[in-house]
């Protein structure tokens, strides 16, 4: 299995921008987590999804972000408007019981 | 709040020599794992610790739980170079809730 894929692994934008990432979980696994890591707050889970249904977006910083799950291979996290605070790398992860496997990230910087 | 609070937060340290990184958790979980994490890349997991007294090794990691003092441990034997890295616990809530909450990160270095 090639892991969990994410796209792009980096994206350069402007302020204002629609910034869209993309995961492929792993094959067969029911579990999509989004994480979001930055050097001052660390890694912060932002929404997971079960069964393609959201579980908990409890994390999510605001509403210019949303998720969407619209089957068992794909997912996207949508920042609308992007802002500089949301540069950071950007983890997908997936998993079935146990641990969870994360993606290579996206490195996003907001200009 | 589920919060996590790993010590210390950065350790230099000599090849050969023995160390324990420290993980405190505030609430009741059902799980704890352990991460490795490599300068600009992903998460590699280490150990899941599923319950009270577990015990996992692989070569120079060993990893312990301990649920009723909400405490864990990574303890590193004879480090070398390559364990050079900053690791990550992180426990779920547990109740349903399958996110993780992590630590802040053990930035390590080993020298030769």
């Known amino acids: 299995d090639a892991g969990v894929i994410q796209s792009p692994r980096h994206e350069v934008t402007e302020m204002g921008q629609e910034v869209t990432l993309r995961c492929k979980p792993i094959?067969?696994?029911?579990?999509l987590f989004w994480y979001r890591q930055t050097m001052m707050r660390g890694l912060e889970l932002l929404i997971y999804?079960?069964?393609?249904?959201?579980?908990?977006d409890s994390g999510m910083p605001e509403d210019r972000f949303s998720a969407k799950m619209p089957n068992a291979s794909f997912s996207t996290l949508k920042i609308q408007p992007s802002e500089p605070r949301d540069s950071a790398v950007y983890f997908c992860?997936?998993?079935?019981?146990?641990?969870?496997?994360f993606g290579p990230g996206t490195r996003l910087t907001v200009l | 709040e589920l919060k996590v609070e790993q010590n210390p937060l950065f350790l230099s340290m000599q090849e050969g020599k023995n160390y324990t990184i420290y993980c405190n958790y505030s609430?009741?979980?059902?799980?704890l794992y352990w991460y490795r994490q490599d300068p600009g890349k992903s998460l590699e997991s280490l150990f899941v610790l599923l319950s009270n007294g577990a015990v996992k090794q692989e070569g120079r990691l060993m990893a312990s739980l301990d649920t009723k003092a909400r405490l864990s441990t990574l303890h590193i034997t004879a480090a070398v170079h390559d364990l050079s890295a900053t690791y990550f616990c992180a426990v779920n809530s547990g109740g349903g809730a399958d996110g993780l909450t992590f630590g802040k990160g053990t930035h390590l270095i080993i020298q030769p």
């Open positions: 999804f079960n069964n393609n249904v959201p579980i908990d």
């Open positions: 609430t009741t979980s059902d799980r």
């Open positions: 094959s067969g696994h029911d579990y």
């Open positions: 992860a997936s998993r079935i019981t146990g641990e969870q496997f």
